[in-house]
């Protein structure tokens, strides 16, 4: 994942999975036989020597039944789609951008910004928190700062039609 995707709050693929074999009391060797891979692919995904965002479909789909989530969750954590792929932007930097922009809105409302948590204009501020705080704001206020989002419908068709130009 880029270092836009990668937080504590927005935990890889991986730590997901693990986290859920836990959860089910398996062992790693007993969650690749789960997902329908071999313990070798599974360690080379851990182990970063293959890249998360590179799963096909068929993992994809396995992982998601694994977890009991929608593939799309599955393809956030890989790291394959990001959080701009919801909205018409032309790159993850101008995303980034609009949050910043939406953030500095949020700051200077008279009724939400005396809330604003300031940390969140930090260098270092997790972008996954600095979204969702966006959303939230979006949600409470019915106020649109960052553009139309893709419905999860719509963003799988966009992905769908993505992939298939890049083969």
């Not at 927005?10 to 009391?25: F, H, M, Q």
């Not at 891979?37 to 096909?56: E, M, N, P």
């Not at 951008?97 to 204009?121: E, H, M």
Request: glycine share 4%; hydrophobic share 40%.
């Amino acid at each position: 994942m880029n270092e836009l995707t990668t937080t504590p709050s927005n935990p890889s693929l991986i730590e997901v999975l693990e986290e859920a074999a836990k959860r089910k009391g398996l062992n790693k060797q007993q969650l690749a036989l789960a997902l329908g891979v071999t313990y070798s692919y599974y360690a080379q995904l851990k182990s970063g020597l293959r890249d998360t965002k590179q799963i096909s479909d068929s993992f994809a789909e396995q992982c998601a039944r694994f977890l009991g989530v929608p593939r799309i969750k599955v393809l956030l954590s890989a790291g394959k789609i990001t959080a701009s792929d919801f909205y018409e932007v032309a790159s993850e930097d101008e995303f980034r951008l609009n949050v910043w922009k939406a953030l500095d809105f949020i700051k200077a409302d008279t009724d939400w910004g005396p809330y604003f948590p300031y940390q969140l204009l930090n260098a270092e501020a997790d972008p996954v928190i600095q979204q969702f705080v966006v959303l939230l704001y979006e949600k409470a206020t019915g106020k649109v700062l960052l553009g139309e989002r893709f419905s999860t419908q719509d963003l799988t068709v966009k992905l769908h039609l993505k992939l298939t130009h890049l083969e």
